[in-house]
C-alpha cells in the first residue's frame, strides 16, 4: 500500500526519535494522526518550536506553542 504523499511530508519533518512523547506509538502514527484531525501539531518535544512551525507552514495553520505536558525540548544527547 502506498503511503499518504502528505503523511509522509509530515513524518519528514518530525524527529524520528520514536520517543511516544506524543501520545502515539512512533513518529509514523502520530504524522498519520495529524492530517485526520486526531492529533494537534504541538505534542512533540523532540521536534520543539521549529518542528512545530514547519509542520504549521506545510498544513497552512498557525503555529502553537509547545504542549509542554508532554514535555520540554532538551538538547540532542549522544548515548555511550
Do not use: W
Not at 509530515?10 to 520514536?18: E, K, M
Not at 494537534?40 to 495553520?61: D, F, S
Amino acid at each position: 500500500m502506498k503511503k499518504d504523499p502528505l503523511i509522509a511530508k509530515i513524518d519528514a519533518i518530525l524527529p524520528q526519535t520514536q520517543c511516544r512523547q506524543c501520545g502515539f506509538d512512533g513518529c509514523e502514527p502520530y504524522a498519520a494522526a495529524i492530517p485526520k484531525g486526531r492529533a494537534p501539531i504541538n505534542p512533540c518535544p523532540p521536534g520543539g518550536e521549529q518542528g512545530i512551525r514547519k509542520l504549521a507552514q506545510l498544513l497552512g495553520v498557525s503555529p502553537l506553542p509547545l504542549n509542554t505536558a508532554h514535555g520540554i525540548t532538551k538538547p540532542k544527547a549522544v548515548a555511550f
